[in-house]
């Protein structure tokens, strides 16, 4: 028996809240005392990304309209790598996303911020992202670009279903790569052992063998005399 799954077909900008990150004026300050913690593009390294690594920097102005918060997305929207990660952080902590980076935070409950990311990262979003990229040193994804990428909308359980196993399968493909690289390393180890194993029975072979050569040699002398 097949199951139908009901989908809403809409742009992210219908779904989504899409709010550019904080234009800093001036070269960054840090300010462990008094700095307000901040995200920078150089922090979005994984699909998650701890509130707690962002540093502390002197910014003025009205800063609410860019904070981030646990469960936003957090958008590269400059660069090669024009993709989505999640925000976590504890109960109350926020940082302000700095440019190139943008907020995504869906405006219903009917949508996941993990889908959202998941979505966003995936081929299709991804040829979308990459018609209407702009610069060409420096490639640039406008926000009107982000507002009209088509956005497919599951049930919520099936949003979770999807986002659990793309999880799952990332875990599995991290744990694979670091069960390969033990295993090269193991194998280098001991292929260097050996290599040092037969370098030690040749230096004792020809050890032996030149002690044998100096007691005959010395036999030959005696029986000569």
Partial sequence: ?????????????????????YA??????????KGVPAIQL??????????SVAGK??????LDRYLVEHGDVLFRSRGDNNTASIAIGGAGEAAVALLPVMVIRPSGD????E???????QHEAQRHLDLGARGTKLRMIPKECLETLPLHIPSLAVQRMITELDTLSATETRLLHELADTKRKFTRFALLQQ?????LHGNEAE???????????????????
Avoid at 110 to 113: A, C, E, N, Q, T
Avoid at 115 to 121: C, H, L
């Fill in 1 to 21: 028996m097949s199951m139908t799954y009901s989908i809403k077909n809409i742009n992210l900008g219908e779904a989504c809240e899409i709010r550019a990150g």
């Fill in 24 to 33: 800093a004026r001036t070269a960054l300050t840090e300010d462990a005392e």
């Fill in 42 to 51: 150089r922090d979005l390294q994984g699909e998650r990304v701890s509130l």
């Fill in 57 to 62: 920097y002197a910014l003025d102005g009205k």
């Fill in 110 to 113: 009917d949508l996941l911020p």
């Fill in 115 to 121: 889908y959202v990311a998941w979505s966003i990262n």
């Fill in 195 to 199: 290599v040092r194993n037969a370098q």
């Fill in 207 to 225: 050890h032996n063998g030149a002690h044998r050569s100096s007691k005959s040699s010395g036999k030959s002398q005696r029986t000569n005399s």
